[in-house]
Nanobody, 117 residues
Framework: VQLQASGGGLVQAGGSLKLSCAASGSIFSANVMGWYRQAPGKQRELVAFITNGGRTDYADAVKGRFTLSKDNAENTAYLQMNSLKPDDTAVYYC????????????WGQGTQVTVSS
């Protein structure tokens, strides 16, 4: 599975962006799809994830503002980001986890999101 993240850019505070994560293989079989972000000088952190059962969860910092969804037919996961804040500035990475006796991780290349104040 290869993941291609896109949709980042420069936006003013309060604006919106929608990130996409296109998978070369089927994401339907992924146990978990998620988005992480890494700001300069900080560790990579989990932003949101969705399980293959459809359960989603979000970091407290983005709850109520970000929405993760996936389109199994299109093999694409999305992160809709609203009410963006300068603290959301980071490189965003999509991730897919597969479990078959052990966990296998796949990462996209990252897409830069910059929120100006």
């Amino acid at each position: 599975v290869q993941l291609q993240a896109s949709g980042g850019g420069l936006v003013q505070a309060g604006g919106s962006l929608k990130l996409s994560c296109a998978a070369s293989g089927s994401i339907f079989s992924a146990n978990v799809m998620g988005w992480y972000r890494q700001a300069p000088g900080k560790q990579r952190e989990l932003v949101a994830f969705i399980t293959n059962g459809g359960r989603t969860d979000y970091a407290d910092a983005v709850k109520g503002r970000f929405t993760l969804s996936k389109d199994n037919a299109e093999n694409t996961a999305y992160l809709q980001m609203n009410s963006l804040k300068p603290d959301d500035t980071a490189v965003y990475y999509c991730n897919a986890k597969f479990y078959s006796g052990r966990w296998d991780d796949y990462w996209g290349q990252g897409t830069q999101v910059t929120v100006s104040s």
